[in-house]
């Protein structure tokens, strides 16, 4: 009997889920009774990140600084000067990059101070003309790529300038062009530093995992308390958002590099600065490009929430939009964001995979025939924008920027798509609506909540021990007893009854959709394009539509989740159902297997690994969406996160609430990483 | 358009050891040129106010700047300094995080517009109007007619919508039970003012009846909201202040927050924030210059600048 469990899996599972449900029956629900929840002994943990950090930046290291606006010598602490000076410094490139494009004063203020540009008013940046920046982005499309790019950028361009988007978007863009660099650079440091050090390697891992699953509501008052509001408060907590997964693509591009290439290099007397540069990097390039890729969106992705501690731009008049339920206009401004998303990525795709030609010898007109071109563009625009303003007398020239609300605006359009929606399927939906709550929803979520706390450990400590040994189980244990000792276990276990219904249905499209689109090189590359879309669009944006639809309930709580969670679920099983090599699809088919019986037994085995990470990733972009889950309403950790905005224990529970989200999802991952990882070494493939 | 970059590059070296030297030497009555840093949040009213308040500064020669926040976490920036001042503080909605970064430190209080806010359960108007629930406003009608009121997750109950528990915590639980409601009645706490309007709009497409949180002046009021009437407010009868919780809002002051250093940086501007104060029907004006002539913000503040000088010039005085 026992040969036998130790055996089958399957069996041991069965055991596992009767010694369960045994533990839910017959444990009673009685306060205080350990084995029902386990007390609160974290209960004191905000509070004391809290006093740390009020020490840190307030109290800690006295230094008397001469305040001249009030002439008086103030006590400031030294941590909160040298974040300052970061911020200032950050700042001051986004306003650099800022008023280039639209004019102002601060980057002349930076170097004078603010009396003397009070009394010299023209010393102001002047701005470029719209025309300009878009015939100068078109110029560098057509340059790194060719006439699609460059018809496809000025066609961006053009739709902002037009919807009248214009300054918020380049205030936007300002914004992401000082970030996602930074996030880039940073990361492939990182990534370096962490390939060519096995200790950081692993000091890194687990904060990687951290900073991608912490929904980013929880770090920006700590942000904010640190680095004061603004752009620059918007660029640190987004760069803190983006940075990881371009450390992880550069460690894993880097670790690919075969060492005969590295060696060839070795011989060819590299430095080690040189093999990095112009070997490593170079081989390892398409992961690497992979990193620019996400960083670019999720930068873009942050948009909305950075707005909240400070960044100026379409994220801050998407919310007002909103606020009025103007689904028109929210719906213009994040076609903008997507349109600044997709122009980034291609512009920054097309730049990294441009080969430097070593050999051509060229004219002076061939070698700065961009440039060349690029002053006409200037000095037409300028000329243009001159006439312009003898043109236009009302106040706002069109050929210099087109004002907020005198764009073109095809908002009555949507308003009506809106009704048109309600009126269709109102009352079809919410018939389903009710059944769906209270046939589904209500009954697991009463389920979840009924789980004694030691019949969760068992569960789920059970399955790690299954699936990776004692290791697993210990890891998952540890995550789950810290969410177990703070006071919101109960919270906790409604965002895992919110986030398990989310995987399994996103799951369930995700690998069905990615399955189908896989099967065709057109509609791989259609569902890709979708992701990436739906990857950096505003889920603030469709909350409206679909809490008209289904009211101030889960199940708008969950429509917003799986649209978002349903992306890595899809991306990553058309990436893996496309990775199987075509021999063994001519093996198949030479030993006789029809085209079902080749996909359930040949690619569906083998794409399995990325599938797994595929739904590992759907838990991680699941559980961000608790915040946005919040702000429907919900009464799980997210409405907490939301909370704390406006706690006077924020930085506290905002961090200690994150850290419970982020252990769900650690759970979640160690137990999925560790099968997919046992699968890929079952099926040969690393 | 003016390009003579090059030229006053060369001054900015010389200018900048002006300026620091003058900085210390600036006479105390001026108001520093240091940028006042107004929030802005999502609201329509509170948008145009900040630009009327911002243009009203810039008359006086100021330097103004504006920077977007969210509504409960601006405080500790006010605290922070990094943001200068608040100029909608709603008792009932921000009170707590108002009073909290002052208990820190930092923020000060500049006073109380005449404009009074009512923060309250109520309905859209046309719900009396097809008497849905016969006898409302008054809340004794609620006894009666929970059934309208009813949601798929409500378990048979009829249904509060209350905003976010951040904003009053368990105040709306509590009254119910204070006033025996709740065994018809349950509250459900939505995300954000974003879900309270949707559910407005929805509920009137389905012209079916709903219980929201609701607060005035607003922009709502254009389509009709009626509060319902709870037994009055007096001090000390909600549950946290040791009362029984059967009652309803005070009317709420609307007030104005300063980070302490202001009055001593900013002088003259500093004292024409206190003296500054709106009415109910100002701001409703400053709404709806936005919200139903849909203006743009800026606009809509330099109109109403515009129109009425009398009414901000003396402050500045």
């Given at each position: 009997m026992i040969e036998l469990l130790r055996e089958r899996k399957y069996l041991q599972f069965l055991l596992l889920i009767v010694v369960f449900l045994l533990m839910c029956m017959f444990?009673?629900?009685?306060?205080?009774?350990w084995l029902w929840r386990l007390p609160?002994?974290?209960?004191q943990l905000p509070i004391a990140i809290n006093n740390g950090v009020d020490y840190l930046m307030f109290d800690w290291w006295l230094v008397d600084v001469y305040d001249p606006d009030i002439e008086e010598y103030e006590k400031k602490p030294v941590m909160r000067q040298i974040t300052r000076s970061i911020s200032g410094f950050v700042l001051f490139l986004i306003e650099l990059v800022r008023e280039i494009m639209l004019g102002g004063v601060k980057t002349i203020v930076t170097f004078t101070g603010w009396d003397w540009a009070t009394e010299n008013?023209?010393?102001?940046?002047p701005g470029l003309p719209w025309t300009v920046v878009a015939g100068g982005a078109m110029i560098l499309g057509y340059r790194l790529s060719g006439i699609g790019l460059a018809l496809f950028t000025g066609f961006a361009f053009g739709y902002i300038a037009v919807f009248g988007q214009w300054e918020p978007s380049m205030q936007t863009l300002s914004f992401v062009l000082i970030a996602a660099p930074i996030a880039i650079l940073l990361g492939l440091m990182l990534g370096v530093w962490a390939f060519r050090s096995k200790t950081v390697e692993t000091v890194m891992n687990p904060l990687l995992n951290i900073a991608q699953i912490v929904p980013h509501f929880s770090y920006l008052i700590p942000v904010m308390v640190f680095f004061g509001i603004g752009d620059h408060a918007g660029a640190i907590a987004t760069i803190i958002f983006a940075t990881p997964p371009m450390v992880r693509l550069t460690i894993l591009g880097l670790k690919k590099v075969s060492p005969e290439v590295t060696e060839a290099g070795k011989m060819s007397g590299c430095t080690e600065w040189q093999l990095l540069r112009t070997v490593l990097i170079p081989t390892a390039r398409r992961d690497i490009l992979l990193g620019v890729n996400q960083v670019i969106m999720q930068c873009l992705a942050m948009v909305v929430i950075a707005s909240l501690i400070g960044a100026k731009g379409l994220g801050n008049d998407l919310l007002i939009a909103l606020n009025r339920l103007r689904i028109g206009l929210a719906l213009e401004i994040g076609v903008c964001i997507v349109l600044i998303a997709i122009v980034l990525d291609r512009l920054s795709l097309a730049w990294a995979n441009k080969q430097t030609d070593y050999f051509a010898d060229q004219s002076f007109k061939e070698r700065y025939k961009y440039s060349i071109w690029f002053s006409i563009v200037v000095a037409v625009g300028i000329a243009v924008a001159w006439v312009g303003s003898l043109f236009f007398?009302?106040?706002?020239?069109y050929l210099n920027i087109i004002p907020h609300n005198k764009g073109i605006t095809t908002e009555p359009f949507w308003q009506a798509g809106v009704d048109w929606l309600w009126d269709t399927f109102f009352y079809t939906l919410k018939g389903f609506n009710e059944w769906f709550i209270v046939d589904v929803l209500i009954p697991v979520k009463n389920a979840y909540l009924g789980m004694p706390v030691i019949a969760t450990f068992t569960l789920a400590m059970g399955i790690g021990y299954i699936v990776g040994g004692i290791r697993s189980a210990l890891i998952v244990g540890m995550y789950l007893l810290f969410i177990a000792l703070t006071e919101w276990w109960d919270r906790a276990l409604i965002t895992a009854y919110l986030m398990s219904m989310a995987v399994l249905i996103s799951g369930f499209i995700g690998i069905v959709l990615g399955t189908l689109c896989a099967q065709h090189p057109t509609s791989t590359r259609i569902l890709l394009t979708w992701c990436d879309t739906f990857q950096t669009f505003p889920s603030f944006i469709y909350l409206i539509p679909v809490m008209m639809l289904f009211g101030v309930t889960d199940t708008s709580v969950l429509i917003a989740i799986v649209v978002y969670a349903t992306i890595p679920a899809a991306r990553y099983t058309v990436v893996g159902l496309r990775s199987v090599p075509e021999s063994l699809h001519d093996a198949g088919s030479m030993a006789g297997v029809n085209r079902v019986q080749r996909f359930l037994s040949i690619e569906l085995p083998l794409s399995f690994p990325h599938i797994a990470l595929g739904i590992n990733q759907t838990v991680v972009f699941a559980l961000s969406m608790v915040i946005i889950g919040a702000l429907i309403?919900?009464?799980?950790?997210g409405q907490l996160i939301l909370g704390s905005?406006?706690?006077?224990q924020g930085v506290g529970n905002g961090l200690v609430l994150g850290f419970c989200v982020a252990f769900i999802g650690l759970a979640i991952d160690q137990i999925l990483r560790t099968w997919a990882n046992q699968r890929k070494a079952a099926l040969g493939l690393e | 358009m003016k390009l003579r970059a090059p030229k006053s590059l060369r001054h900015f070296a010389l200018a900048g050891c002006v300026s620091l030297m003058s900085i210390a030497g600036t006479a105390k009555a001026a108001d520093s040129t240091a940028p006042i840093v107004i929030p802005i949040h999502n609201w329509s009213s509170q948008v145009v106010m900040a630009y009327v308040i911002g243009g009203m500064f810039e008359k006086m020669g100021n330097n103004v700047e504006y920077v977007p926040a969210d509504s409960q976490a601006v405080y500790e920036s006010i605290r922070n300094g990094?943001?200068?001042?608040?100029?909608e503080v709603w008792q009932s909605t921000f009170g707590k995080s108002f009073y909290n970064a002052m208990a820190k430190g930092g923020v000060i209080d500049a006073g109380t517009h005449s404009a009074t806010t009512l923060e309250e359960m109520g309905v859209p108007t046309w719900v009396i109007e097809k008497n849905l629930?016969?006898?409302?406003?008054?809340?004794?009608?609620l006894k009666d007619c929970h059934e309208v009121f009813t949601?798929?997750?409500s378990g048979g109950k009829g249904r509060w919508l209350e905003?976010?528990?951040?904003?009053?915590?368990d105040l709306m639980p509590e009254r119910l039970e204070a006033l025996g409601l709740a065994e018809n009645w349950t509250v459900k706490f939505a995300g954000g003012a974003d879900a309270l309007w949707t559910e407005l709009a929805s509920a009137k497409k389905e012209g079916r009846g709903t219980i929201v949180f609701n607060w005035t002046p607003n922009f709502t009021d254009a389509d009709g909201f009626t509060f319902i009437e709870f037994p009055p407010y007096e001090d000390g009868c909600r549950k946290a202040d040791?009362?029984?919780?059967a009652c309803g809002s005070p009317k709420g002051w609307l007030k104005k927050a300063a980070n302490y250093k202001f009055p001593k940086t900013h002088p003259a501007a500093y004292t024409a924030f206190t003296k500054l104060d709106f009415s109910t029907t100002q701001i409703g004006q400053m709404a709806a210059l936005v919200d139903?002539?849909?203006?743009d913000h800026k606009d809509a503040a330099a109109k109403w600048l515009a129109d009425n000088e009398s009414v901000w010039m003396p402050w500045t005085k």
């Open positions: 444990i009673p629900a009685t306060d205080g009774s609160p002994l974290f209960k008013q023209w010393a102001r940046l007398k009302e106040g706002f020239n309403g919900t009464d799980d950790l905005l406006s706690d006077r | 990094d943001v200068t001042l608040s100029h629930c016969p006898g409302l406003p008054n809340w004794e009608a949601t798929a997750d905003g976010p528990q951040s904003w009053h915590g040791g009362g029984d919780g139903v002539d849909k203006m």
